[in-house]
């Protein structure tokens, strides 16, 4: 099984400030299978980004994926007020479990 | 529109079953795995099992086998997850999410909106 660290636990940052947002998986993940969701309190997560780096369907361009083997990264250029949010990262490249991170949770300075 | 819709809220005491479940709508239900992921109050996400409603393949997650049970039935495009016997510990909100390859190892696009299950005695 794959385990995932998911740094840094919360971030504060202010509108308008870039997010950087660190995935560390403890064995390679193949074929860059790795996904990020953000989930916003009382709602269900919802998906970003997908193969490492594509952004899913009608997510704005301010969210960006990258990384590879057992580093990834999502960063968020410009935080926006709907932003402020837990993130969670998803490794699904090798057998179940395909295991989530423990989530970075974004919130307002 | 895909749309995942769950059943509501369940409140039970420990030693009861329970099964709760996901409707799918808006694409071809039997061609795509549905996975079920526990959320505990306050905490992460947890990837518990998946199933191919077209021929019922599972899999499950380590930490859940042998504790629920995943199902389908494909006449009315719905999958299920099911206790037989439930404990305090299960206490939290269950998500279904529709696997988005066509493979049982890929990212979720599609998320139900949670069925909160509480066990109390």
């Known amino acids: 099984e794959i385990g995932l660290t998911q740094s840094p636990g919360t971030l504060s940052l202010s509108p308008g400030e870039r997010a950087t947002l660190s995935c560390r998986a403890s064995?390679?993940?193949?074929?860059?299978?790795l996904a990020w969701y953000q989930q916003k309190r009382g709602q269900a997560p919802r998906l970003l980004i997908y193969?490492?780096?594509s952004r899913a369907t009608g997510i704005p361009d301010r969210f960006s994926g990258s990384g590879s083997e057992t580093d990834f990264t999502l960063t968020i250029s410009r935080l926006e007020p709907e932003d402020f949010a837990v993130y969670y990262c998803?490794?699904?490249?090798?057998?179940?479990?395909?295991?989530f991170g423990p989530g970075t949770k974004v919130d307002i300075k | 529109e895909v749309q995942l819709v769950q059943s509501g809220a369940e409140v039970k005491k420990p030693g009861e079953s329970l099964k709760i479940s996901c409707k799918g709508s808006?694409?071809?239900?039997?061609?795509?795995?549905i996975a079920w992921v526990r959320q505990m109050p306050g905490k992460g996400l947890e990837w518990m099992g998946i199933?191919?409603?077209?021929?019922?393949?599972?899999r499950y997650s380590p930490s859940f086998q042998g504790q629920v049970t995943i199902s389908a039935d494909k006449s009315i495009s719905t999958a299920y997850v099911q206790w037989s016997s439930l404990k305090a510990s299960d206490t939290a909100m269950y998500y279904c999410?529709?696997?988005?390859?066509?493979?049982?190892?890929?990212?979720?696009?599609?998320w139900g909106q949670g069925t909160l299950v509480t066990v109390s005695s």
């Open positions: 999410a529709r696997e988005g390859r066509g493979d049982y190892s890929g990212h979720f696009d599609y």
């Open positions: 808006g694409y071809i239900f039997n061609n795509y795995w």
């Open positions: 199933i191919y409603p077209g021929d019922s393949d599972t």
């Open positions: 064995q390679s993940v193949i074929n860059k299978s």
């Open positions: 193969g490492a780096s």
């Open positions: 998803q490794q699904y490249g090798s057998s179940p479990p395909f295991t």
